[in-house]
Each structure stands twice: as C-alpha cells, then as structure tokens.
C-alpha cells in the first residue's frame, strides 16, 4: 500500500515538474523584460531632458546674445544734436544748431527763421527785437537801420518814411518836424528912406 501511495506521489511529481520550471522561466523573462523597459524608460527620460536642458541653455545664450546686441546698438547710436534756441535778437535758420544775431534792418522776435524786414517809418539796428519808431524831423525807409535827418526845405514828422514838401509861404530849415510861417521881409528904415532923394540930387547928371 504504501509503495502504491510513493509510485503515485513520484508520478505526479514527474509530470508537473515541466510546469513548474516553464512558469519560472516565464517569470524570470517577464522581471528581465519589466527591469529592461524600465531601465531603457530612465535613459529615455535622461535623454528628454538633457534635450530640454540643452534648449533652455541654447535658448538662454541666444536671449544673452540678443541683448548684449541691443545694448551695444544703444551704445553706439549717435547722440541727438540739442535744438537751436533763439532769444529776442536773435533766429534760427533751417537746420542750424546756434541762433544768430539779427542783421541791420531787420528785426527778430525770437524762435523765428528768418529775420522780418523793418518797416517804413522805423529803424531796426543789428540784434533789435522790434522796430523802433522813427522820430519827428527824421525819417526812415524801408529797411533802414537808422534815422536819417530831414533836410532843408521839408519837414518830417515822426514816423516818417520820406521827406515832405514845404509848402509855399512857409518855411522847413533842415530837422524840422512841421512847416512854420515864413517871416515877412524887414521893412527899409526911415533914415535910409530920407537919405536916398539927397542922394540922388547930388549925383552928377549923365550926359
């Protein structure tokens, strides 16, 4: 009995064995398999994000690239020239840097372009900021940079831009601002008038 029960025991043995080592061979492939693809995974990911790494550094040394260049461009850029500032007496051509003195017979207000002509009936001196009226017994034409005097035998009042005519029966000594009456000739003295018919007696008649 016994050795029956051995015999059946062995047999069973024998034929599970086979099974036995090919789920353990099973088993062991799969952990291989599992540890490979995990470890190939890692190295994966290690690669991904070496990538990454090298793109932010890439990334970061084009950023550093980009604005040491913006800054070398700021560096360099020329200086904007300062604006021309006229005063009083003064203006400012197209594209100059300095004012300039306003010239004889003209005047300049300030910030102007150009120098404005002086006009009738005043003078305008070098640097002047506006026209000076022209005084009583001078006048002054366009342009002028000064007063001239009136001459004799006109008159010119202030604000003048040419000499006048005196009028008849009045009379303009040079400088004058206004005709005045003209003086009547002096009258023969009373001695004079008794001393000419004794005179005229006493000549000699001509032949």
Same mark, same amino acid.
């Given at each position: 009995?016994? %050795?029956?029960?051995?015999?059946?025991?062995?047999?069973?043995?024998?034929?599970?064995?086979?099974?036995?080592?090919?789920?353990?061979?099973?088993?062991?492939?799969?952990?291989?398999?599992?540890?490979?693809?995990?470890?190939?995974?890692?190295?994966?990911?290690?690669?991904?994000?070496?990538? =990454?790494?090298?793109?932010?550094?890439?990334?970061?040394?084009?950023?550093?690239?980009?604005?040491?260049?913006? =800054?070398? =461009?700021?560096?360099?850029?020329?200086?904007?020239?300062? =604006?021309?500032? /006229?005063?009083?007496?003064?203006?400012?051509?197209?594209?100059?840097?300095?004012?300039?003195?306003?010239?004889?017979?003209?005047?300049?207000?300030?910030?102007?372009?150009?120098?404005? /002509?002086?006009?009738?009936?005043?003078?305008?001196?070098?640097?002047?900021?506006?026209?000076?009226?022209?005084?009583?017994?001078?006048?002054?034409?366009? %342009?002028?940079?000064?007063?001239?005097?009136?001459?004799?035998?006109?008159?010119?009042?202030?604000?003048?831009?040419?000499?006048?005519?005196?009028?008849?029966?009045?009379?303009?000594?040079?400088?004058?601002?206004?005709?005045?009456?003209?003086?009547?000739?002096?009258?023969?003295?009373? /001695?004079?008038?008794?001393?000419?018919?004794?005179?005229?007696?006493?000549?000699?008649?001509?032949?």
């Amino acid at each position: 009995m016994r %050795n029956t029960i051995f015999t059946a025991i062995l047999a069973c043995s024998l034929l599970l064995a086979p099974a036995l080592v090919s789920a353990q061979g099973t088993t062991t492939t799969t952990t291989t398999t599992t540890t490979s693809g995990a470890r190939g995974g890692g190295a994966a990911g290690g690669a991904r994000a070496g990538g =990454a790494a090298a793109g932010g550094t890439a990334a970061g040394g084009a950023g550093g690239t980009a604005a040491t260049g913006g =800054a070398t =461009a700021t560096a360099t850029a020329p200086a904007e020239a300062p =604006a021309c500032t /006229a005063r009083p007496g003064q203006y400012c051509a197209p594209g100059a840097a300095e004012a300039a003195a306003c010239p004889e017979g003209s005047f300049c207000v300030g910030r102007t372009a150009q120098p404005i /002509a002086c006009p009738a009936g005043s003078s305008c001196p070098a640097r002047t900021s506006r026209p000076r009226a022209c005084p009583a017994g001078q006048f002054c034409a366009a %342009n002028a940079a000064a007063p001239e005097e009136c001459p004799e035998g006109s008159f010119c009042p202030a604000g003048s831009s040419a000499p006048i005519a005196c009028p008849e029966g009045f009379e303009c000594p040079a400088r004058a601002s206004w005709p005045r009456p003209a003086r009547p000739a002096r009258a023969e003295a009373p /001695a004079a008038r008794r001393a000419r018919p004794a005179a005229e007696a006493a000549a000699p008649a001509t032949p």
